[in-house]
């Protein structure tokens, strides 16, 4: 795909041809769809760094620029393509720069992993990589402020669903998006989750996670003070594409 702008750029990151996110933006007015993107653009790239940089030192460089990089967004100095695309929404929306610095301590939670004891922990870390991100979407469509508490937690909850989903990519790098007590709570030993053939206790724990987390995400479809405003009703298309 040939890349034109910097809206493209971040287009092609985070809502390429096919994908469930374009599907739940393209109808949306140019500007808020390009902040979504531009959005949607910074959450994937910061995972990439997780996912494509193999030596830690690397990635924390890598992190440590970003971290930079954030301050030349808020002074409107920055040459990335997300990072002028992002200046663009942030004037735009008004978007605080805070939600972006949660979403990057949490980049920099996943290089510094030591593993999750309770669910408090990994709460912490599933705030910082999906809550901030969806706060930053419900400005961008209009929402008010009483919107933050039940977009914050569908956040955490598509976050902890997508990580639930791409466990075995993770538990390979040596990493368990799933707390300690947890685990000992349903008889799980973390050897167990390697091996070639898991005992039931494994795949009890999680058809029991998958359950819940579908449970707990269509009961915030109905906490989500959707309006009559067109912008508002159009944040009800992602949830539902993380609810298919």
């Known amino acids: 795909m040939r890349i034109n702008s910097d809206a493209d750029f971040c287009e092609n990151l985070a809502a390429p041809i096919g994908s469930a996110f374009r599907y739940a933006t393209y109808k949306l007015p140019e500007s808020q769809r390009r902040a979504m993107h531009a959005i949607q653009a910074m959450h994937v790239e ?19 620029w970003w971290q930079g990089e954030l301050d030349r967004i808020e002074a409107g100095s920055a040459a990335h393509p997300i990072s002028k695309a992002l200046i663009k929404a942030r004037q ?34 599933l705030s910082q990589t999906g809550g901030s991100i969806w706060q930053l979407f419900g400005r961008v469509l209009g929402l008010g402020r009483e919107a933050d508490e039940p977009l914050h937690r569908l956040g955490t909850l598509s976050r902890r669903l997508r990580l639930l989903q791409y466990f075995g990519r993770d538990l390979a790098s040596g990493r368990i998006y799933l707390p300690s007590t947890y685990l000992e709570a349903h008889g799980v030993k973390p050897a ?33 003070p959707i309006g ?5 009703r159009r944040l009800l298309l992602p949830a539902r594409v993380i609810l298919a």
């Open 92 to 125: 735009a929306h008004e978007l605080p720069l805070e939600y972006l610095r949660l979403r990057l301590e949490g980049a920099q939670m996943d290089i510094q992993y030591t593993g999750y004891r309770t669910e408090q922990d990994l709460a912490q870390y």
């Open 228 to 232: 009559e405003n067109h912008a508002q």
């Open 46 to 64: 910061l995972d990439n760094v997780l996912h494509t940089i193999a030596e830690p030192h690397v990635a924390k460089a890598r992190l440590d």
């Open 192 to 224: 167990d989750l390697m091996l070639p053939s898991p005992p039931d206790t494994v795949h009890s724990l999680f058809e029991e996670e998958a359950a819940r987390l579908a449970r707990e995400l269509n009961e915030l479809r109905e906490a989500l």
